[in-house]
């Protein structure tokens, strides 16, 4: 599994921070919040978002249970320096042929090809 972070191409906007273990998969877990055609992802290097303060709140989430405990979270002063426009070495790129891969999965018949053409080798970050 891979750590990514995603943004809108256009507006530079964040989308958020994601993991999965292929883009196809990413670009699956992006377009619960958005069109991932419309996005960029960038790898995430070592670091973590971690709880600003002591919470009450407790993994596992008793049922019902809204707080997460991660509600005003702080990055790693990694990804800090990653996120920074100063000191960024982040090299962000495009999560749409990753989507596209993910539509043709999913519509193997529209498109004429079997979802065992398109192995997760093919979609898994370099």
């Known amino acids: 599994m891979k750590a990514y972070f995603i943004r809108k191409a256009t507006s530079r906007e964040t989308v958020g921070l994601f993991v999965a273990p292929s883009l196809v998969a990413l670009a699956g877990v992006v377009d619960e919040c958005c069109d991932p055609t419309l996005c960029e992802y960038a790898p995430a290097q070592t670091g973590g978002l971690m709880a600003a303060d002591v919470t009450a709140s ?3 989430r008793p049922a019902g249970e809204a707080a997460t405990g991660l509600e005003d979270a702080v990055l790693s ?3 800090e320096d ?3 426009a100063i000191d ?6 495009p ?3 990753a989507a596209w891969r993910l539509l043709k999965t999913l519509t193997p018949a529209v498109e004429g090809t079997q979802p065992s053409e398109l192995t997760d080798a093919e979609n898994s970050p370099k």
């Not at 960024?88 to 790129?93: G, I």
Request: no cysteine; net charge neutral; charged share 10%.
């Open 88 to 93: 960024s070495t982040l090299q962000w790129k």
């Open 77 to 79: 002063q990694q990804w």
């Open 95 to 97: 999560l749409a042929p």
């Open 58 to 60: 407790t993994w596992p």
């Open 82 to 84: 990653d996120l920074s």
